[in-house]
């Protein structure tokens, strides 16, 4: 074998055992008391931050559709606020062409009442 090839082969025996060496470590990691502590801490940290995050948007989404209520109830009496106007203009305009009809009436009584009297 050439110089080379010994080189390779002990370059991919260095890889092996390095990898082997990784794996064993992590195996030791993975059976280690603390390390099993702490994950386990870590997952109660996450699972409290899942139910705190829950609770917020449970409590946007309820701030959210009150806003909405209330929005809601201010067009609604808005609207309804415009509806009384339209309504109340409405009847003025009524009301005047009332008070117009009955004095051209008054005026049409006072010809005619003069008219007669000059007659008559």
């Given at each position: ?36 502590a ?6 109660a ?24 209520a ?24 009524i ?11 008054a ?14």
């Open positions: 074998m050439k110089q080379v090839d010994k080189d390779f082969v002990e370059r991919q025996k260095a890889a092996k055992d390095a990898k082997a060496a990784l794996l064993e470590k992590m195996k030791a990691k993975q059976n280690d008391p603390a390390a099993k702490r994950r386990e801490e870590h997952a940290l996450v699972a409290a931050r899942e139910e705190r995050e829950a609770a917020k948007r449970a409590q946007r989404k309820l701030e959210e559709e009150e806003r909405q209330a929005l809601a109830a201010e067009r609604a009496a808005a609207a309804e606020e415009a509806e009384r106007a339209a309504v109340s203009e409405r009847d003025k305009l009301a005047k062409a009332l008070e117009d009809q009955a004095a051209q009436k005026k049409r009584d006072a010809r005619y009442a003069a008219r007669q009297s000059r007659k008559g």
